[in-house]
């Protein structure tokens, strides 16, 4: 079945540096990537997704990159600010039509 | 105001007990998931449901069942037989079922067996 690797499992950044958290992914059939983010105390909550059919996806200060020859997506956030800190979670669509979700990351963001 | 409730936050409960989680919603979505978070390990599906009484194994259903009567509500039994049931449960729903459709979390049941 499909496997998710994320890295790293901690980031700490200092407020205003940009941070980058990387998947990679196995199953090259797989056209759907979203990215969830868990505050403490909270349940994911989806920020930002890409699909196969695209390169890169903006929203603010966040992007997402994919690049399906090397079956890695990665998520960029410019500008850190406290607020920013949180678990973040990368997924992949796999065969079952579900998501396999990767390990997380766990972001601090010092002021 | 519109959500998903998970409840109890915390339960605490003997080895040997069977347990239920409570998870309703009022999206009024047609698809349920039950996922346990362990550390490190990301979210594992537990179980699914597309559509009122039907439901789907997810990676990890040994030791749980679920039932859905009614479509707000996919409660949860963690049952004597899963072999190491202290984790974090998140329940969540979509509109419909499968991946491309996004899934929107309750806030977690924290479960410990002691």
């Known amino acids: 079945g499909e496997n998710v690797e994320q890295h790293p499992s901690t980031l700490s950044v200092q407020e205003g540096d940009s941070a980058v958290i990387k998947c990679t992914y196995s199953?090259?059939?797989?056209?759907?990537f979203p990215w969830y983010k868990q505050e403490l105390g909270k349940g994911p909550q989806l920020i930002i997704d890409i699909r196969s059919n695209v390169g890169e996806k903006k929203d603010q200060r966040i992007a997402v990159t994919l690049n399906k020859t090397a079956k890695h997506f990665s998520l960029h956030i410019t500008e850190t600010q406290p607020e920013d800190s949180a678990v973040y979670f990368c997924a992949s669509h796999n065969a079952g039509n579900m998501l396999t979700f990767g390990g997380g990351t766990r972001l601090m963001v010092k002021p | 105001d519109g959500g998903i409730t998970q409840s109890p936050k915390y339960l605490f409960r003997k080895e040997g007990q069977n347990v239920t989680l409570s998870c309703e919603q009022n999206l009024n979505h047609d698809a349920m998931y039950w996922y346990r978070q362990d550390p490190g390990q990301g979210l594992r599906l537990i179980y699914y449901?597309?559509?009122?009484?039907?439901?789907q194994k997810g990676d990890i259903a040994e030791g749980y069942s679920v039932s859905r009567e009614k479509k707000e509500s996919f409660p949860l039994t963690v049952t004597s037989a899963q072999k190491n049931p202290t984790a974090f449960y998140l329940c969540?729903?979509?509109?419909?079922?499968?991946?491309?459709?996004?899934?929107?979390f309750g806030p977690g049941t924290r479960l410990t067996v002691l």
């Open positions: 969540a729903s979509s509109r419909l079922a499968g991946a491309l459709n996004e899934q929107f």
């Open positions: 199953d090259s059939a797989s056209n759907y």
């Open positions: 449901s597309q559509i009122v009484n039907d439901f």
